[in-house]
Structures are given as structure tokens and as C-alpha cells.
T-cell receptor
Framework: GESVGLHLPTLSVQEGDNSIINCAYS??????FIWYKQESGKGPQFIID?????DKRQGQRVTVLLNKTVKHLSLQIAATQPGDSAVYFCAENMSTNAGKSTFGDGTTLTVKP | SAVISQKPSRDICQRGTSLTIQCQVDSQVTMMFWYRQQPGQSLTLIAT?????????ESGFVIDKFPISRPNLTFSTLTVSNMSPEDSSIYLC??????????FGSGTRLTVV
């Protein structure tokens, strides 16, 4: 798999490889984090979330890692498929400010067959 | 999770005119959120709409430019007033999915000429 730096706008991987998308968040008071996938012409679609009392959460083919010390979030996609090609956004939230998500800049993932 | 119907899906408008965007949710929700996504960029929260009270606007967004209505618990409108080319963006509504993250409409792609 290929890992981007702290934040790069694009990531290109070969089908079947693992992808790692990184995100730096800004507010140390944020306690709820969400990864979204946005395909062309559609709204963001929920992938996985994690609360600040956890440092790892796994879903189907996806894993989110949270490092509160350095305010860093990552999304790992296993066995990346062409259908995973999209823009990925992280979003940070505070429980006390429910619904007010602050979105990261987004990473465009391209999966080469 | 909630299903959102947003319309129009796209429009091309003359500068100086106004466009009203509608979001219909298939279940009752307390808060609805309106976002703007400028071309190639991330999402920025415009305002939070609660039924029975005035919308709460984020810094940089004002009611005169983006009036919002929330007549009931399943419906909201956002109007983009006195449009200029700088208002060309995708406008999205979202609601709490109830089980994780937020559900977004498919967006309204606005082009102002």
C-alpha cells in the first residue's frame, strides 16, 4: 500500500493494494470524528466514525486510527477496489456542538486497475 | 438512516437573481444543516436550521444572503439571494443519521453566470 504524508490532495494506488489516507484536525476539544466518501455528483457518504475515547475502530475493509496527541486521524482501506475511487473527507465534531462538523480538505483517491 | 431528497440537483442562474433549494427528509429531525462546497474544495457549514426558531449562521454567512426556512420537522429551504458568480458552488443539506455520522443530500450544483 501507499501512504500519503500528513496531507496530500491526491493518492493513487493499484487495485488490491492497501490505501492510507491521513488527516490533521485542528481542535483539541473535538471528540467525535467521521470519515466520508464523496463520489462525483453525490453528497458525502458516511464510512466510519470514532470517538475520542478510542484510538482504533474497524469496519468492513476500513480502519480508522486516532492519535489525539498529535491531532491526527487516518483511514485505512484494505484491498482497494476501483469502486473506492472518490474524494475522502475527515470531519471533526464536538459533542457539545452537535451537528457542527468541520471538514478537512479532502484527499482524492484514484484506484488503478 | 434518514433519506434526503434535495432539489433542484443543478441550476444555471443569472447574476442578481435568487434560487431556493429544498430539502425533504423522510423522517422528523430536530436540526438540519446547510453546507456549501466551492469547486474542488471541502464543505463549509453555512447554518443550522431548527424548526420553530431562526437559523443559526456561521461566521461569514448572513441571513440576508442565505435566508433559511424550516416550517416543519421534515423540510427546509435555503435561498441564495442576489447571486454573483462567486456563489457558484454545490449546496448540501444534512441531518443526523441517528446511528453514526450525518446523512447528506445529493447536493445542488449552482452555476451563476
Amino acid at each position: 500500500g501507499e501512504s500519503v504524508g500528513l496531507h496530500l490532495p491526491t493518492l493513487s494506488v493499484q487495485e488490491g493494494d492497501n490505501s492510507i489516507i491521513n488527516c490533521a484536525y485542528s481542535n483539541s476539544a473535538s471528540d467525535y470524528f467521521i470519515w466520508y466518501k464523496q463520489e462525483s455528483g453525490k453528497g458525502p457518504q458516511f464510512i466510519i466514525d470514532i470517538r475520542s475515547n478510542m484510538d482504533k475502530r474497524q469496519g468492513q475493509r476500513v480502519t480508522v486510527l486516532l492519535n489525539k496527541t498529535v491531532k491526527h486521524l487516518s483511514l485505512q482501506i484494505a484491498a482497494t477496489q476501483p469502486g473506492d475511487s472518490a474524494v475522502y473527507f475527515c470531519a471533526e465534531n464536538m459533542s457539545t456542538n452537535a451537528g457542527k462538523s468541520t471538514f478537512g480538505d479532502g484527499t482524492t483517491l484514484t484506484v488503478k486497475p | 438512516s434518514a433519506v434526503i431528497s434535495q432539489k433542484p440537483s443543478r441550476d444555471i442562474c443569472q447574476r442578481g437573481t435568487s434560487l431556493t433549494i429544498q430539502c425533504q427528509v423522510d423522517s422528523q429531525v430536530t436540526m438540519m444543516f446547510w453546507y456549501r462546497q466551492q469547486p474542488g474544495q471541502s464543505l463549509t457549514l453555512i447554518a443550522t436550521a431548527n424548526q420553530g426558531s431562526e437559523a443559526t449562521y456561521e461566521s461569514g454567512f448572513v441571513i440576508d444572503k442565505f435566508p433559511i426556512s424550516r416550517p416543519n420537522l421534515t423540510f427546509s429551504t435555503l435561498t441564495v439571494s442576489n447571486m454573483s458568480p462567486e456563489d457558484s458552488s454545490i449546496y448540501l443539506c444534512s441531518v443526523d443519521s441517528g446511528w453514526g455520522g450525518y446523512t447528506f443530500g445529493s447536493g445542488t450544483r449552482l452555476t451563476v453566470v
